[in-house]
């Protein structure tokens, strides 16, 4: 059977995760044809599936395999359906679905065959209702792609070209198409679409938008937005950023940040690579959300390649990003910004502590070297008289060189990252600013501050005084980003903690077939980031005092039932003695 004639099919839905399927098939009898999965392929032997046919089914219907779900997925409350996948044969130019006798001159008539008579499948499971493919998935006839190919990045998996969009009554428009190498790998194909999933939950001006995923065939294409300009790293280091735009370029990467942590999701790769600025740096964009995850807190894969110097202090001890280490993570963004994108922590001074590398020895001149101070206490009168001796005869004396401010790592922090200051490019940085950044940077991650709290700031205090060049484009972004609660503070749970989230599968009516989940018992409850509730802190106090004066209580009881003897010494006893 040939692709364009499953393509057909409103409910072909290509090449598709698992989660998508979930999300797709809420309800009892759901179903969709999708492309056959390496897995089906290795369990059909030696027959070649044209395609899969899934349908969601009651847990006794279901295998052991179509239970297992991605960790970081959890089911609709209202819904505890399963998924079970059946392959469809091509033999001799008749479809048939394996393990069954019936043939059927097409995909779709098969369908329609089950559909229509309610007839269960061989090992359970009905199809009642097909689900049509999403706006966002589309097929290759969607997408023009110029010849020669115009290649617009490279990296380890994949690469980005460029194309064109069309759609129905739209002129086409120019696209940024972004695909794997690696085909048939599973876990590629999985972080293409949790990076897609991502992409189409948040919205935002300062985003980049997510046009859809051709899921034809592999290998698979991100249809991003297409923007005429670079990545923010490339046009730092080659100085095309005026001082005039970099503080409105940061508070365009803080509003990005705060609206993807205000819908639960935290980026974990925010650095000025993946930042892109239009030419005119009016236009900025956060990009490359192939680490972003939706949830309170993530534990660092091993796999997953962040420099270490971008790393929160938490994550490095722990493993486990927040919304605290994005913050982090932000704020070495902003110092690249000012710093025109040089390696983080250059401008600060080593300490004592740290051993300097080994500095090749020096080849022997002819010049004198300068004899040493600590062994002749008379050189430094001699170089004084000699200074006087050429101020006297108009010889000009080099003026000492200046010394920069940088910031200077104390014992203390030996083996933690050190404080990060912004020392270049100051001109247009805003003095109240300075104190919010560094409160950024706080070692624990409970004491920085939170995004809406500068947003806020920025918006009321600052923006008034600043250079009217400088407000006028902060305020291009400040008018066109989405409200926000001033006194939105991040969330914080408890390793122990388990959370569980709609993900909101499915808008349809539900299934009066799909069997319904009893009510959670107890729902789990999380307090603002440093704040903890009132009745919460009183019972620990009362229980913290308790137990102490239990075990002091307990100690007195022990020392009376059981009394230790004193030992005296010797001269004491006979004194004693002659007393009486």
Same mark, same amino acid.
Request: proline content about 9%.
């Given at each position: ?185 599973? @876990? ?50 080659? !100085? ?134 600590? !062994? ?51 001109? &247009?940085?805003?003095?109240? &600013? ?18 809406? @709290? ?34 939105? !503070? ?61 075990? !002091? ?28």
């Amino acid at each position: 059977m040939e692709m364009t004639t499953l393509t057909s099919l409103p409910y072909f839905h290509g090449t598709i995760d698992t989660r998508e399927c979930r999300e797709m098939l809420p309800d009892l009898g759901d179903f969709l044809i999708r492309n056959p999965t390496n897995e089906m392929v290795k369990s059909g032997g030696s027959r070649t599936f044209a395609c899969i046919l899934t349908t969601a089914v009651t847990p006794d219907q279901a295998s052991d395999n179509s239970k297992m779900l991605p960790k970081d997925y959890s089911l609709r409350l209202e819904c505890t359906t399963r998924l079970k996948s059946y392959g469809i044969i091509l033999e001799n130019g008749v479809y048939s679905l394996l393990g069954t006798p019936e043939t059927y001159q097409s995909v779709e008539e098969l369908c329609n065959s089950y559909t229509s008579s309610r007839k269960a499948f061989p090992q359970g499971g009905m199809a009642l209702r097909p689900v049509a493919r999403r706006p966002w998935q589309l097929l290759l006839s969607d997408i023009e792609f110029p010849v020669p190919e115009v290649v617009l990045g490279s990296g380890e998996f994949g690469k980005v070209i460029k194309g064109k969009l069309l759609r129905h009554g739209i002129p086409p428009i120019d696209v940024a198409l972004k695909c794997a190498t690696a085909e048939n790998h599973a @876990e590629i194909i999985s972080e293409m679409f949790t990076e897609a999933r991502a992409m189409r939950a948040l919205m935002h001006p300062n985003i980049i938008r997510l046009e859809g995923v051709v899921v034809e065939k592999l290998p698979l294409y991100l249809v991003i937005e297409f923007l005429e300009g670079s990545s923010l790293l490339d046009a730092l280091r080659k !100085k095309k950023v005026n001082n005039i735009y970099r503080f409105p370029i940061c508070m365009a990467v803080l509003y990005a940040v705060l609206w993807m942590h205000m819908q639960n999701y935290i980026h974990r790769d925010i650095a000025a690579r993946n930042v892109m600025i239009s030419h005119d740096c009016r236009t900025v964009k956060l990009i490359d959300f192939g680490l972003a995850k939706h949830g309170l807190q993530f534990t660092l894969d091993v796999a997953t390649k962040i420099p270490l110097k971008r790393l929160a202090p938490e994550v490095q001890k722990t493993k486990i990003f927040s919304a605290k280490s994005d913050t982090w993570a932000l704020a070495i963004c902003f110092w690249e910004i000012y710093h025109d994108g040089a390696p983080i922590y250059s401008n600060v001074i080593p300490s004592l502590d740290s051993k300097p590398p080994a500095a090749p020895s020096p080849a022997p001149s002819a010049t004198p070297t300068t004899p040493d101070t600590s !062994k002749n206490s008379n050189v430094k009168g001699k170089q004084a008289t000699q200074t006087r001796k050429r101020a006297k005869k108009g010889i000009a004396v080099p003026a000492p060189k200046p010394v920069v401010e940088a910031p200077k790592p104390t014992s203390k922090d030996k083996g933690e990252p050190p404080e990060l200051v912004i020392t270049q490019n100051v001109e &247009f940085l805003p003095e109240k &600013f300075v104190p919010r950044f560094k409160m950024m940077t706080e070692k624990k991650a409970r004491k920085r501050i939170e995004l809406a @709290e500068i947003a806020n700031v920025v918006e009321k205090e600052i923006l008034p005084t600043l250079p009217e060049m400088v407000r006028t484009e902060l305020k291009y972004h400040v008018d066109r980003r989405p409200p926000f609660d001033p006194n939105f !503070k991040v969330q914080f749970v408890n390793n122990n903690s388990v959370v569980t989230q709609p993900t909101g599968a499915g808008t349809l009516p539900g299934n009066p077939l799909t069997p319904q989940a009893a009510p959670a018992a107890v729902t789990p409850t999380f307090t603002p980031s440093g704040t903890t509730p009132a009745k919460l802190k009183t019972t620990t106090r009362r229980r913290s005092k308790s137990t102490a004066k239990n075990s !002091k209580s307990d100690l007195a009881q022990s020392s009376t039932s059981a009394p230790e003897k004193k030992t005296v010494p010797e001269k004491q006893k006979t004194s004693r003695r002659r007393g009486k």
